[in-house]
């Protein structure tokens, strides 16, 4: 009786692996078809995707296509060209030149960046926490990646949503060079505010804040320029 329970389970055993065996087999030799398509269909956009690994119609939006879009409205036009006059203004003080390498930190999806260039200025850097390709890279304001003294103007309008304002300032300094500028916009504020901000920079001497309006807002822009010696 034992033995012959025992010689079953062995043949039974035996069964299993062969046809464990066979199923791996059967498995690897299986080309899975939802994954890779035979024919590429000449107009991927007209037809709806098969199963969740047909990866041939997400390609319909390509960043050249989203931006073309983008670029294209009417308010990301406005916005570009109140960028513009707000440069121009600030170029008429004699702070920025065709040459020079500009910084836009926190430059959310990069109207500075394109208002800039449209004006001809030819080395202008954007950074984002979400980069916006081809205007904008990813960078931690609080942690640029770049070098001392690199840049001759920084810029940003989003100072205010800076979680620690005297990091995000500091790594402005940091990056630009002796004799450059950090310019911040901020919302409209009165003298007392513009001293707490002016009092953050520790490298630059304060120049100027006057009141402007940016893409329709009534903003403040504090000008800094960086110190010669420490
Ligand atoms: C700056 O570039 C713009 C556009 O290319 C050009 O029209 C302008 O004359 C340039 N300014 C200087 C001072 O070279």
């Not at 329970?5 to 939802?34: Q, V």
């Not at 990056?175 to 003298?191: D, K, Q, S």
């Amino acid at each position: 009786m034992d033995r012959h329970i025992r010689e079953f389970l062995n043949k039974l055993s035996y069964a299993c692996i062969a046809i464990g065996t066979l199923t791996l087999i059967l498995l690897f030799l299986e080309t899975p078809e939802t994954c890779v398509p035979p024919d590429a269909p000449a107009k991927p956009h007209h037809r709806f995707p098969r199963s969740s690994c047909d990866t041939s119609s997400r390609e319909v939006v390509t960043v050249e296509k989203k931006n073309k879009r983008l670029w294209s409205t009417r308010s990301w036009q406005n916005k570009v060209e109140s960028h513009v006059r707000f440069f121009r203004a600030f170029r008429d003080l004699g702070l920025l030149q065709n040459h020079s390498k500009v910084l836009c930190v926190s430059a959310g999806a990069g109207h500075e960046v394109m208002g800039l260039s449209q004006m001809g200025v030819d080395d202008v850097t954007g950074t984002e926490l979400v980069d916006s390709p081809p205007l904008v890279s990813r960078a931690d304001p609080h942690n640029l990646p770049f070098f001392e003294n690199v840049f001759d103007l920084a810029f940003t309008a989003h100072f205010a949503e800076a979680l620690f304002p005297s990091r995000f300032v500091s790594e402005m300094e940091r990056t630009v060079r002796p004799g450059g500028v950090c310019v911040l916009v901020v919302e409209e504020c009165g003298g007392e505010e513009v001293k707490d901000i002016a009092g953050l920079f520790r490298r630059s001497r304060f120049v100027s804040a006057v009141n402007v309006t940016l893409t329709g807002l009534r903003m403040t822009r504090i000008i800094m320029k960086i110190k010669i010696s420490p």
